[in-house]
């Protein structure tokens, strides 16, 4: 079982470039998110997918789109990066809802945007 | 939505002392309390959770306690280790949706 799995594992773009971020699980969990996570910020729910098929706006959505690709797979689009989305980027997944609520966390993607 | 407020954000004991690392929140339908820990360019791992019909629970040194009246809970970890160093996150979760605490930066000294 490799859990969640992340890629790229760090990026570097310039302002304007696009990019998507991966995320796959194994765990055959239902529910899936990406959250950022800035220094003294703790994280912040980015999007995040209840079912496959399903997808919902968290904390921050703006500048960012997703794609629930099926039940294993979750990537997260920026269209047009700026420098206020340098972070890491983490996704998870958990097996609820009304199941269980333990969320488990990919390895993060740093990125940063010049 | 939900607001999740955590101190302190740094946190200094002595090795074998205990830390206590408290959080409040705001939306009284939370219904599920975890703890996560992350060391330096690791991802968030959880440590203990406790949901909302439970008002403590323990797991060898470490333990969770809930005030639903209050809307507050807390982490304690007693006879601390170095290895305990890392930053410690609160969470609350409603509306399927987890909110964190801004994180607690704890040093276990030697």
């Known amino acids: 079982n490799a859990g969640v799995t992340q890629t790229p594992k760090f990026q570097v773009l310039k302002t304007g470039q696009s990019m998507t971020l991966q995320c796959a699980q194994d765990?055959?969990?239902?529910?899936m998110y990406w959250y950022r996570q800035d220094p003294g910020m703790g994280l912040r729910l980015i999007y995040y997918s209840a079912s496959e098929g399903t997808t919902d706006k968290g904390e921050v959505p703006n500048g960012y789109n997703v794609s629930r690709l099926n039940k294993r797979e979750f990537s997260l689009r920026l269209e047009s990066a700026a420098p206020s989305q340098t972070s890491v980027y983490f996704c998870a997944s958990t097996l609820g809802p009304q199941k269980a609520y333990e969320q488990y966390f990919g390895p993060g993607t740093r990125l940063t945007v010049t | 939505g939900e607001n999740v407020e955590q101190h302190p954000s740094t946190l200094s004991v002595q090795e074998g002392d205990s830390a206590v690392i408290k959080c409040t929140y705001s939306?009284?339908?939370?219904?599920?309390f975890p703890w996560y820990k992350q060391e330096l360019g690791k991802r968030p791992q959880l440590i203990i959770d406790?949901?909302?019909?439970?008002g403590e629970k323990k797991d060898q040194r470490i333990a969770v306690t809930l005030n639903k009246t209050a809307k507050h809970f807390s982490l304690h970890i007693t006879e601390t280790q170095p290895e305990d160093s890392a930053v410690y996150f609160c969470?609350?979760?409603?509306?399927?949706?987890?909110?964190f605490g801004s994180g607690t930066q704890l040093t276990v000294l030697p």
């Open positions: 406790i949901r909302s019909n439970v």
């Open positions: 969470a609350a979760r409603s509306a399927r949706q987890l909110t």
């Open positions: 939306d009284s339908a939370s219904n599920y």
């Open positions: 765990m055959n969990h239902n529910s």
